[in-house]
């Protein structure tokens, strides 16, 4: 790759400036490391836990023991890893129809839901097997005037008794709010429960698992759930989601999953559970790679006059770096620029598309090994102003860094 000596030390620079940032990342990463290494010490984890099952899968040791370990490392009462799960929504969705019954409220802690959860929920659209088509209603506490979790608003809300589940989107989503921190998810399932006993608070937790050195569970929400083709996966698992928290509500997101009285008794995998077991160790690690690529990203943008969102000296409890670009040219320049820095398909150039369950047209830069991965290098955004790019991942912290190097080129020539 040939990059220009304004680039080049714009780089340089960039990397100086956040030191102190990596310092941090690395020793996130050494922590959880060592927490990862330690479940897999305790539930004994073996090669012969790497053959597949077919059929049934009955008695699958490598499934069964990957929910252990996935339960202990987030310290949850129980787990349901599984690659039936086809995206994140879907892993979110049966956590959140475990808590709910027909005529039982729920309630938005962090304002509107990402786009696909609203299709899921039935806030938008009109599809079957929605919560809104089995008598789930919805309510939502909008967020403050500085786009935190207003918790005055939460109190109120949750004290309905109809209320039955609380969710809470750990990440912003397409939106410009700040990103949840496990500390502030506590202090909202604290005031839940509080409030009503009976509501499960219920986190989207995609894009923050080990960014932090605790997680949600372990601070007082009742369920999290995400996709393993982002963090937790580390790269390597090629499909599925995970469930974990309270072992009632982890059996009951089972019997959505597949149908009730089977629940998580059930479900073979032919090719194993390697990828997964592989994937799992080496999430905190592909989490730092991505979160100093995210950094990197921050000060690069700052230096060309740019106020991307978290700002590369902010605290982050998440994967995602975004900025508002202004205009749809320079979104998809952007985005043009990561494509062409990517491993996979750098030849293609990114246009906007209708993407299933997205109400506005998205533009997508992708060259993942795994589709959709968004622990590998990507970034994305919805066609509408303030024309923001969302970008996440980097499997190596190298590649990242020559990927958003490419962006930034595309973006300096756009405006000379």
């Known amino acids: 790759m040939f990059f220009s000596d304004k680039i080049t030390s714009l780089a340089s620079k960039a990397e100086n400036d956040v030191r102190e940032s990596f310092k941090r990342i690395d020793e996130i990463s050494l922590q959880n490391t060592a927490k990862i290494l330690d479940a897999?010490?305790?539930?004994?984890?073996?090669a012969n836990m790497f053959a597949g099952t077919t059929g049934y899968g009955y008695d699958d040791l490598g499934r069964e023991t990957l929910e252990k370990v996935f339960a202990s490392v987030f310290k949850a009462e129980a787990a349901l890893v599984r690659p039936n799960f086809v995206n994140g929504t879907h892993a979110i969705t049966a956590a959140l129809f475990s808590a709910v019954r027909p005529g039982d409220i729920l309630l938005s802690a962090t304002g509107m839901p990402y786009d696909t959860l609203q299709t899921?929920?039935?806030?938008?659209?009109?599809?079957?097997?929605?919560?809104?088509?089995?008598?789930?209603?919805?309510?939502?506490?909008?967020?403050?005037?500085?786009?935190?979790?207003?918790?005055?608003?939460?109190?109120?809300?949750?004290?309905?008794?109809?209320?039955?589940?609380?969710?809470?989107?750990?990440?912003?989503?397409?939106?410009?709010?700040?990103?949840?921190?496990?500390?502030?998810?506590?202090?909202?399932?604290?005031?839940?429960?509080?409030?009503?006993?009976?509501?499960?608070?219920?986190?989207?937790?995609?894009?923050?698992?080990?960014?932090?050195?605790c997680e949600p569970i372990e601070l007082g929400a009742d369920l999290a759930a995400g996709s393993l083709i982002k963090n937790p996966g580390g790269g390597l698992a090629p499909t599925g989601g995970y469930v974990v928290g309270r072992r009632d509500l982890v059996d009951a997101a089972a019997m959505r999953l597949t149908v009730p009285g089977?629940?998580?008794?059930?479900?073979?995998?032919?090719?194993?559970?390697?990828?997964?077991?592989?994937?799992?160790?080496?999430?905190?690690?592909?989490?730092?790679?991505?979160?100093?690529?995210?950094?990197?990203?921050?000060?690069m943008l700052e230096l060309i006059g740019f106020k991307p969102s978290p700002a590369s000296n902010e605290t982050r409890y998440d994967i995602i770096q975004s900025v508002d670009l202004g205009s749809a040219e320079l979104l998809q320049k952007f985005c043009k620029g990561i494509q062409s820095g990517s491993p996979i398909d750098s030849y293609v150039t990114p246009i906007p598309w209708?993407?299933?369950?997205?109400?506005?047209?998205?533009?997508?830069?992708?060259?993942?090994?795994?589709?959709?991965?968004?622990?590998?290098?990507?970034?994305?955004?919805?066609?509408?102003?303030?024309?923001?790019?969302?970008?996440?991942?980097?499997?190596?912290?190298?590649?990242?860094?020559?990927?958003?190097?490419?962006?930034?080129?595309?973006?300096?020539?756009?405006?000379?």
């Open 40 to 46: 897999f010490a305790e539930h004994r984890v073996s």
């Open 120 to 213: 899921a929920i039935g806030i938008s659209g009109d599809y079957p097997g929605t919560l809104k088509y089995y008598g789930v209603g919805f309510e939502m506490a909008e967020l403050d005037k500085t786009g935190h979790p207003d918790m005055e608003a939460i109190r109120f809300a949750a004290s309905n008794p109809r209320v039955a589940a609380v969710t809470v989107q750990r990440s912003r989503g397409y939106a410009s709010r700040p990103t949840l921190s496990a500390e502030k998810i506590g202090e909202i399932a604290d005031l839940v429960h509080s409030v009503n006993p009976r509501a499960a608070v219920i986190v989207d937790n995609c894009y923050g698992e080990f960014t932090e050195l």
């Open 262 to 299: 089977i629940g998580g008794e059930c479900g073979s995998y032919e090719p194993g559970y390697r990828l997964f077991f592989h994937g799992l160790l080496n999430a905190p690690h592909a989490t730092a790679q991505a979160l100093k690529t995210a950094v990197f990203c921050a000060r």
């Open 354 to 416: 209708d993407m299933p369950g997205y109400e506005d047209q998205v533009i997508m830069a992708a060259g993942a090994f795994v589709q959709g991965a968004s622990i590998e290098l990507s970034c994305d955004g919805p066609m509408r102003p303030p024309y923001t790019a969302f970008l996440q991942g980097g499997l190596t912290y190298e590649s990242g860094k020559l990927g958003i190097m490419k962006a930034i080129t595309e973006l300096l020539e756009e405006s000379n």
